[in-house]
């Protein structure tokens, strides 16, 4: 009898959760004793470090230092090389993470981890949760769903809050490496999303990157090149995220670096770092006001802005929502805690509709009644919505070229399924055409992403052909696209999309299981 497991698969801190008989939430302690763990590797010659570990002995070999991987997720181009030469994508990378979080829960459970729900950025597309669910993959772990991270932290702060009227709450989620927020309504029993918005390339990794490149300015002022030094600029980047955390507290602290005969020491003032970092967080408040604009909101229409994220401890981003919402932000949830607390009780939730047959997925089997499952106080259910827009690429013959057409729109309820019959062929006995799936706001094709690509073969005909496409987003907000040629009544079926260009083919998961399982993670 194993365990299901939340997962919050961080950029800079990962964190595992499980519901205990009595249906409490329990977090997961890795090996060193902690709750969070650095979401970090170090190719160690014959070994592999992640976590601590990694993070601690990173100055000593920072070319095989990898952090911050979840921001290359979907990205085909990005290869992590080591010293050695041996070359490392994103889902391998990350799966890496995910094989020591799965050992550490296994050996301080006793028993097995059986399925996990595992969060991703509210703001993260098809191809990114698609790779996730890879990299799960690749570390044995089977997926019984993917949720956004503002939508758990949701959960957990339901769970443990007597509800007795309806909320609007906004989530203000702002981790190392991405910045995601949701405004969503919450009563005694449901949680629904109304809208979310955010930049999965935005996150505490920047402030500390201000703080990094004001450091070098400073030392090139003293003839001092950090910059060109790896071990050096390994240090400084661990000096610049420890003197971020002190001027949470303080109102002043000091980076000290030794590196070869030189020395350098430096003395920053917290309203000097709040000078460096306001410009990062104006876009996060832009992003909000975005989000709520989408939705015809403003603040005063907010109950309460949930603070998620270990970013949200600066107290300038707490001043800052103050001043632009009119209160104080909420920090009723543990912004370390939250996501993954919120996806364990979303795992057993999952695990017993599994068990009732009441939810399919192919990949987990609870062969055990839904009894065996631990009662929960509360059992919420959710309502996401779509990050993005989806539509295809066709030809618009007023502006003669190619645009966006979106048919599932932006902040749709999930799961969704929207059909649109108003297309057709371009010219007459056309026998085939290549469906472009898009993802996107915007009409112009340099403002949206091309998730996905499939050849289209129908019967010749003398007249244009009209075409109808139906486009569904099912619970974890992975795309899928049905095509029929309306003419013929004819449906085309399912069109399994091609995502190589953002996500790994069968033979190169093949490739990758092989890979990953023969490395040994310390």
């Avoid at 014959?46 to 997720?73: C, W």
């Avoid at 103050?322 to 996806?343: C, L």
């Avoid at 259910?381 to 030809?395: L, N, P, R, W």
């Amino acid at each position: 009898m194993g365990k299901y497991v939340g997962i919050d698969l961080g950029t800079t801190f990962s964190v595992v959760s499980y519901i205990d008989a009595k249906g409490n939430p329990v977090l997961i302690e890795n090996d060193q004793g902690g709750y969070t763990t650095p979401s970090v590797v170090l190719f160690n010659g014959d070994e592999i470090l992640v976590g601590a570990a990694a993070k601690e002995q990173s100055t000593r070999n920072p070319q095989n230092y990898e952090s911050f991987v979840k921001r290359h997720m979907a990205e085909r181009d990005y290869k992590f090389t080591t010293k050695e030469g041996e070359s490392y994508n994103p889902e391998e990378v990350s799966s890496l993470i995910l094989k020591k979080l799965k050992k550490n829960a296994e050996d301080k459970l006793g028993e097995p981890v059986d399925g996990a729900v595992i969060t991703v950025p509210a703001y993260f597309g098809d191809s990114h949760r698609q790779a996730t669910k890879d990299a799960a993959k690749l570390a044995g772990i089977k997926v019984l769903d993917i949720i956004n991270e503002p939508t758990a932290a949701a959960i957990a702060f339901g769970v443990s809050k007597e509800i007795d009227k309806v909320q609007h709450v906004m989530i203000y989620d702002f981790g190392g490496g991405t910045f995601d927020t949701s405004v969503l309504e919450i009563d005694s029993d449901n949680i629904r999303v109304i809208a979310t918005n955010g930049d999965h390339n935005l996150g505490g990794y920047d402030i500390d990157k201000a703080l990094v490149e004001y450091v070098c300015g400073k030392a090139e002022q003293k003839k001092l090149d950090i910059r060109s030094n790896k071990k050096a600029m390994q240090k400084l980047w661990l000096a610049a995220e420890k003197a971020k955390i002190t001027l949470s507290a303080s109102k002043s602290a000091q980076i000290y670096l030794e590196f070869g005969d030189n020395e350098f020491l430096l003395d920053i003032t917290r309203e000097e770092f709040e000078e460096l970092i306001d410009g990062t967080l104006d876009i996060t408040m832009s992003i909000v006001q975005q989000t709520l604009d989408d939705v015809n909101l403003d603040y005063s229409n907010m109950d309460k802005i949930l603070l998620v994220g270990g970013t949200t401890r600066i107290p300038r981003v707490r001043e800052m929502i103050e001043e632009e919402a009119g209160f104080a932000p909420s920090s009723e949830v543990h912004p370390d805690e939250a996501v993954a607390i919120g996806a364990a009780y979303h795992a057993v939730d999952v695990a017993k509709k599994i068990a009732s047959g009441e939810v399919q997925n192919d990949s987990v089997a609870v062969d055990r009644g839904a009894e065996a499952l631990p009662d929960l106080d509360k059992n919420y259910t959710f309502q996401d919505v779509t990050s993005h827009g989806v539509g295809i690429v066709i030809y618009n013959d007023v502006l003669e070229k190619e645009v966006n057409s979106i048919i599932l729109k932006k902040n749709t309820p999930i799961p969704a399924e929207v059909t649109n019959n108003e297309y057709s062929t371009m010219k007459p006995y056309q026998s085939s055409f290549t469906l472009q799936i898009t993802q996107g706001e915007k009409e112009d094709l340099d403002y949206v992403t091309i998730i996905g690509e499939a050849d289209i073969k129908l019967q010749p005909r003398e007249n244009l052909v009209p075409i109808g496409f139906t486009i569904s987003c099912d619970s974890s907000a992975i795309i899928h696209v049905r095509a029929m040629d309306l003419d013929a009544g004819v449906n085309l079926g399912e069109v399994t999309i091609n995502r190589e260009k953002h996500n790994m083919t069968e033979a190169q998961m093949e490739s990758a299981s092989l890979k990953v399982n023969q490395l040994d993670i310390g």
